[in-house]
């Protein structure tokens, strides 16, 4: 009952005509500034962990959650049985070999560096999914067979293809959008590839080169494979690269991503000495952490404009003070306790904060909603990495920013509902 008066007095005051004009306008300057640091908080946060999310699901999605090689040594060799004893280790869904190595393609006067993988295209597709995203063309033609089945599907790289010049058509390639852009290279238009790992010859080492016919162009969006990927087939990428039947890694998805570590060393321990996995958190540790901190630092930042309004909080709640000393004064001799001004005081900087903390929360979250729904904001992937910007709001930090905002109100209170507190009715009603 207490406090049903303190709140009915607070929100009478926020609502009543001012003797002084300054009051109510720096009190709406607190409300508005409150409601722009909650909204520009809500909308950085979005933003940030929406490049959280879409860099992660990006990076697990486009490449393997595990992998596995061979620490010394040119490769992994009688690869297959080795394959088949991997598949009953507990939470591994899909296994695919791999091959790869850094070449030079070009196509007339224009070139670009590409590491190249040599896949069993049937495995792959359920490894990651670049393949998947081929825009231009169809990557039907990497297939040594038509459909994978119940056995595992690397088995249709069996028996290794004939050399490239017997086969009597040239190889099929896939290639990232951004190196195809790069290369002016559309679906079936041929390339060069030439690998440094060469042939011995009486004059040296040469370079080997093999044209590839363009068979698929894939956008995953992610420019880090968009400009510098390409994919092969295996049976080919091993003749490129003079390494009959060797592999160089062994790629795994697994059942829960967030035990890529676990299963990492599980795949070591059933592989046996000379091997080494490595997982998606510790490819892109770095990353993470980085983002982690920048968002640290960006909250902390656009907090300042909460510091800020509270500041008005305080001036507002101050000057209110001074202008109602005489209504204080009566309460106070009505039997209105201190303790109770103090209340009164306290709710209303709160009412203050609260109403342009909720005006703030609606404005971010509408912000941030029309943003990961229409992607109105893009960006250069050759420097960030990916080509919108992406919005991600979290009810969680609803309640961080909302709790801070009123941490803040609560602090600029203090002051003001202390001074209300201690007027003294009879100094107060003296000169009335």
């Known amino acids: ?39 520009a908080l809500i909308v950085a946060l979005a933003i940030t962990n929406g490049m959280r999310r879409d860099l992660q699901d990006r990076l697990v999605g ?26 009953t280790v507990p939470h591994v869904q899909a296994i695919s070999p791999g091959l790869y190595g850094q070449v030079l393609i070009s196509r ?14 049937a495995d792959e597709l359920k490894i990651g999914d670049l393949l998947q995203s081929v825009h231009k063309g169809s990557i039907k033609e990497l297939s040594p067979c038509a459909q994978p089945s119940d056995q595992a599907s690397w088995q249709c790289a069996d028996p290794p293809l004939p050399p490239f010049e017997v086969q009597g058509s040239i190889p099929p390639i896939v290639i990232g959008g951004d190196l195809a852009t790069t290369l002016g290279a559309q679906v ?18 040469v370079p080997k080169y093999q044209r590839f016919r363009v068979v698929g162009i894939f956008e995953s969006g992610f420019y880090q494979y968009d400009s510098a990927y390409a994919f092969m087939r295996l049976s080919d990428a091993q003749k490129l690269f003079i ?49 982690k901190l920048e968002q640290v630092v960006t909250f902390i930042v656009l907090a300042l404009i ?6 008005n909080i305080l001036i507002a709640l101050t000057m209110m003070v001074m202008e109602k000393t005489r209504d ?3 309460m106070m001799s009505f039997g209105v306790t201190a303790e109770q001004v103090r209340r009164i005081f306290l709710l209303q900087g ?3 904060s609260a109403i342009g903390t909720t005006l703030g929360l609606i404005i971010g979250y509408i912000a941030s909603i029309l943003g990961s729904h229409y992607h109105f904001i893009h960006l250069d992937a050759s420097v960030y990495s990916i080509d919108t910007l992406p919005f991600a709001p979290r009810i969680v930090d609803a309640l961080i920013v909302g709790g801070v905002s009123l941490g803040m109100a609560l602090l600029a209170t203090l002051y003001p509902s202390s001074s209300a507190a201690s007027v003294l009715p009879a100094e107060a009603l003296r000169y009335e």
């Open 1 to 39: 009952m207490l406090m049903r008066f303190e709140l009915f007095i607070a929100a009478r005051y926020l609502r009543a005509r001012r003797r002084q004009a300054v009051v109510g306008l720096i009190t709406a300057i607190s409300v508005i500034g409150v409601a722009a640091g909650v909204a």
């Open 62 to 87: 486009s490449t393997a959650h595990v992998e596995l090689l061979r620490v010394a040594g040119d490769g992994i060799r009688d690869w297959r049985p080795l394959m088949q004893r991997l598949q």
């Open 108 to 121: 007339g006067a224009r070139s670009g560096g590409a590491l190249i993988k040599g896949i069993v295209p």
């Open 188 to 205: 079936g238009d041929s390339i060069l590839v030439t690998s440094p790992q060469g042939e011995l010859t009486p004059l040296g080492l």
């Open 243 to 291: 390494e009959p039947d060797l592999i160089s890694v062994m790629s795994f998805r697994i059942d829960d991503l967030y035990k890529a570590q676990e299963v990492g060393k599980a795949l070591e321990q059933a592989a046996g000495p000379g091997f080494q996995a490595t997982n998606w958190m510790e490819q892109n540790r770095e990353l993470f952490r980085a983002m």
């Open 306 to 311: 909460v510091v800020v309004a509270a500041l």
């Open 328 to 330: 204080i004064a009566v």
């Open 350 to 352: 709160l009412l203050i």
